[in-house]
């Protein structure tokens, strides 16, 4: 049998050759320009930072500083770059982008953005937080493993109830995020989200109410509620559930409904109940494997923007 562990470090191993390959980096040069990788990388760098030295540029990019050093007199040579004594070090020559380097990165930038931009068209909507988050999981983890640095394993989640401070915010931030990215909503739609929940906190220690966050360290990175007044008697509301794309897809989600549907089993709620939108199927999944039923479909427009929205039930455990 196929050790589990080997698998997956097999597969990351594979994906991460073939994204090597369609970005370019084996090419001699790299992004429609002239340069190789590492050339590209400083000017990107540079156009980020304003100034640099050859030593920082060399450890940003984890290079040796003679490699780099040659790489970057080819760049002042070719006029893309601009030396400039350091005023705190004479020693000391910082770099920066001229007119010309400056046009180089803009073409470098519309050329990877076109890349990007083409891929995500190829993807499913919900996949490309997916994409992200992983991608920057997977860096920061890189990074902290070539560098040796403390804290290179990430914070485990717990699921807390409760009210925390900063809840509001927060919560209404990672619904405007995803929602705009998915389906176009703009500053209506986050500002009902933040006036229904600071509403909804308002009588949370009400019988039948509930709200579970997902804490990595101190950070807010999911949450759920349970709203058991506003649909009458009986019914429970699930409301507010979103997963951080950082945590999306390791359960964190699955661990959210799950204390949230052990509160409407607990209370006795006759039915819950959701509203979501078409086209979320990694969150729909999560509905109908907890039993949720699709129940009605519509379109709508109170969020801000025309979509076609899914009422989903849910009955109780003695229903």
Not at 184 to 208: D, I, K, M
Not at 243 to 251: E, I, L, S
Request: hydrophobic share 45%; charged share 20%.
């Amino acid at each position: 049998m196929a050790d589990p562990e080997q698998a997956l470090v097999d597969g990351i191993r594979a994906a991460s050759r073939q994204m090597v390959r369609e970005l370019g980096f084996m090419q001699a040069t790299l992004a429609a320009t002239d340069y190789p990788a590492s050339a590209v990388h400083a000017l990107i760098e540079l156009g980020k930072h304003g100034s640099m030295s050859a030593a920082a540029i060399a450890a940003c990019l984890g290079l040796d500083k003679s490699s780099v050093s040659r790489m970057l007199r080819k760049l002042v040579d070719a006029g893309e770059l601009t030396e400039t004594v350091s005023d705190h070090d004479g020693r000391i020559k910082n770099l920066s982008l001229t007119a010309r380097g400056r046009r180089t990165l803009a073409a470098v930038e519309a050329y990877g953005r076109r890349q990007v931009e083409e891929a995500l068209q190829h993807m499913a909507p919900e996949a490309r937080g997916l994409v992200h988050a992983g991608l920057e999981v997977y860096a920061r983890a890189l990074a902290q493993a070539r560098s040796g640095a403390a804290g290179a394993v990430i914070s485990p989640v717990r699921i807390c109830p409760g009210y925390r401070v900063g809840v509001i915010g927060r919560v209404t931030e990672m619904h405007g995020l995803f929602y705009a990215r998915h389906a176009g909503f703009g500053q209506y739609f986050e500002s009902q989200v933040a006036t229904g929940l600071a509403e909804f906190c308002g009588r949370l220690q009400r019988p039948g109410n509930g709200l579970w966050v997902a804490l990595q360290g101190e950070r807010i990175v999911g949450s759920v509620a349970i709203d058991g007044e506003d649909l009458g008697s009986g019914l429970a509301h699930l409301r507010w559930f979103i997963v951080d794309g950082a945590v999306r897809g390791g359960g964190v989600g699955q661990r959210l409904l799950q204390a949230a549907l052990a509160h409407c089993d607990g209370y006795g709620f006759a039915e819950t109940r959701l509203w979501t939108f078409a086209g979320l199927e990694a969150a729909r999944h999560l509905y109908e494997a907890r039993g949720f039923v699709l129940g009605e479909e519509r379109q709508g427009r109170q969020w801000g923007e025309t979509v076609t929205e899914q009422l989903f039930v849910r009955p109780g455990v003695a229903g």
